[in-house]
């Protein structure tokens, strides 16, 4: 099987935000690169329609270092589009996002981020 992934993958688990449909959902990461992220949201949002694919939400990560936020780095925030959303069997949402059009700004803290991973 080919892995057609442009950016490398790195499993980290960290805390998120997205904000859909007018609510704010705490999510925490599973994987992320410089393409994009995979969530587990923990809350029920309303029917999941604010989640579905194609949807483009605003996403806040929470960088941290050894495992605590990083003081010297502020949360990651842009946008993402839905391009995957599964259904758990515990309830919850997993999600496969895309980063769009990122500001400069984001795109180099998440590549900062990112590099003290590898």
């Known amino acids: 099987m080919d892995n057609r992934r ?18 704010t959902v705490e999510a925490e990461t ?3 690169s410089e393409g994009g992220v995979s969530l587990m949201v923990s809350e029920t949002v309303a029917g999941y329609a604010a989640l579905a694919e194609g949807r483009t939400l ?27 959303s599964a259904a758990t069997d ?10 769009a059009a990122l500001p400069a700004d984001a795109r180099a803290r998440l590549q900062r981020f990112l590099t003290k991973l590898a």
Do not use: C
């Open 6 to 23: 442009k950016h490398t993958r790195f499993a980290v688990a960290i805390a998120a935000e997205i904000e859909a449909g007018g609510q």
């Open 90 to 99: 515990g309830g919850q949402m997993q999600l496969g996002l895309r980063f």
């Open 58 to 84: 605003s996403l806040t990560l929470i960088l941290t270092q050894d495992g605590i936020e990083d003081p010297e780095e502020a949360p990651f925030v842009g946008p993402a589009s839905v391009m995957w």
């Open 30 to 32: 599973r994987d992320l």
